[in-house]
Each structure stands twice: as C-alpha cells, then as structure tokens.
C-alpha cells in the first residue's frame, strides 16, 4: 500500500486562481526534489475533473448556472477531482494518506454561491461521494485563517461531520449537537496561540467516532502569506503531527487551500507531506 498519495495536475499551475497558482509547480518541483516521493511508498497520482453529476448533485441549479461561463471552471472542477481521487485511493484502501493539490479553494463555495478563490466545494462533493461507497462520518479540520463558511452552508446542521473551523475571527463557539466548532484566533495568532487552540480542538474531537478526517490546509497562515494568522515554519510540521497523532490509524487527506508565497508553499508542502510519510522531524 502505498503511504501518501499525492494528488497534482500541472494544470492547478498552468490556470489556477492567479492568486494562488503561482505556488503550485515551484512547490511540486521542491516536492520532488526532496526526495520523499520515491514511487513506492510516496507517490503522485494525476487526478481528473470531478464527474458533472456528482457536483450538480452538491451544489443549486443557479449556482451550476453561474458558474456555466466562468474561466475558473475547468480548474475548480479538476480541483475537486483531486480531492476526491485523493480520499478515494484513501477510502480503498490503496493509500493510507493523501495530499490532494488543488489550482481553486473550496472552503468559500456554499450550495449555492461561493467567493474568496473558491467554485465548487471540493470537499463537500468528496464526502457525498464517500457517502456512496458507505463512508458516513468525518472530520474536517480547517486551519486555514478564513472562515471556512461555505463548509459550514453543507455541513452545519449534521453532526455527523464534526467541523473544526480555526479563523481570525475573535468569537469562539462550540455547538456539541451539531458538532461545529468554530475558533476565532485574533488577528495576528503565533505558534503557540494556534497549536494549543489546535490541541484544545483536536481532544474535543477526541470522542467523535469517524471514518476520515480531512485538512483544509491553506497556509495563507504564514506570517509572510496574506491571510490573517502570524505563524513560522515551525509550526507546520507540529501542527501536521497533532493531527496525524488525532487521526491515528484512520484515513487522512490534507486538500491544499489558501496561500500565494512560493517560498513558503516551497517549505510547507514537503514538510507535511513528511510527516504524513513518517518522515517530519517534529
Ligand atoms: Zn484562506
């Protein structure tokens, strides 16, 4: 079985939302130069366009109707086939773990409009289709800045989708009935304001039964990065070691969301994806 599977099309590169696509091929090409995907253990797997249906199913008519002519369509529809392939090769048991790159964001789009980089819900049209391969419960962990409000439009009313939603907002509510609990950061959150809100959230977890978690990892939360956290390059690979040990032997997908910095999409992705491999030094 292969450890991680990596999900990447050159296309999230070559047309992706022009804030976040110039990240993509220096981060792969740092990927691959760093020696962690090996062909055996790591591996890349090239994803295609989600199936039409699956994301009509997800999202409205009027959605599906605006979205008809947008230039980003093409690229947020492969996108959300990335994450899916991804938490498929999971779900089969052909992988243990996954990283699923993406060209658009999903956290944005609600059934039925979407804003901030983001078309169609990726992770939401994934769970749907787990759903029909039997899969039922989930755990989202969204650590990136924004508020991840269009997973909340699918989500906030069925408990058995736990959403853990880290932003730079200031509020922090905890809905133990529906499972969504939301955690504001003020503005300018360090490393260690976020890992132990992480940790915090991750042991109120601890009880919910689940058969995947997913990541939405968007590491706008860079301090150099445009989104509203502060943290270093230290907290990466702890915060992907938090979660691994959260998630213990159960599926996992990191779905890549915001952030526009090359350097540190250069870093972060490798050290993640080390982690997942067994091989982070945190
Ligand atoms: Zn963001």
């Known amino acids: 079985m292969t450890e991680v599977a990596i999900t990447y099309h050159e296309d999230f590169g070559a047309r992706g939302f022009s804030v976040l696509k110039e990240r993509i091929r220096p981060s792969f090409e740092k990927l691959m130069q760093s020696g962690l995907v090996d062909g055996g253990r790591v591996q890349v797997f090239r994803p295609k366009p989600a199936p039409m249906a699956l994301v009509e199913i997800c999202h409205t008519a009027a959605h ?26 999971v779900a089969r048991g052909e992988a243990r773990r996954a990283f699923a790159y993406t060209g658009t964001a999903g956290h944005h789009a609600s059934r039925g409009s979407c804003w901030g980089f983001c078309y169609f819900n990726d992770v939401a049209i994934t769970i749907r289709r787990l759903r029909e391969m039997g899969l039922q419960r989930f755990l989202i962990v969204d650590v990136d800045p924004h508020f991840g409000d269009g997973t909340r439009d699918f989500f906030g009313e069925d408990p058995d989708v736990f959403h853990i939603n880290m932003h730079s907002g200031k509020d922090e509510v905890h809905d133990p009935k529906k499972n969504n609990y939301d955690i504001g950061l003020s503005f300018g959150a360090k ?7 992480l940790k915090s959230a991750l042991d109120l977890a601890r009880d919910f039964d689940f058969q995947m978690a997913f990541v939405i990892f968007g590491h706008d939360s860079h301090q150099d990065d445009y989104g509203g956290f502060d943290l270093s390059f230290e907290a990466y690979p702890k915060m992907a070691r938090m979660i691994l040990d959260a998630v213990g032997e159960k599926g996992l997908v990191y779905v890549l969301s915001g952030g526009s910095c090359i350097h540190v999409a250069e870093r972060v992705i490798p050290d993640v994806i080390a982690v997942l491999a067994g091989r982070g030094r945190a």
Request: hydrophobic share 50%; aromatic share 6%; no cysteine.
């Open 191 to 197: 490393d260690e304001r976020f890992l132990s809100a």
């Open 64 to 89: 599906m109707m605006n979205m008809k002519d947008d230039p980003y369509r093409q690229v947020a529809m492969l996108s959300a086939g990335s994450v899916m392939m991804a938490a498929e090769m």
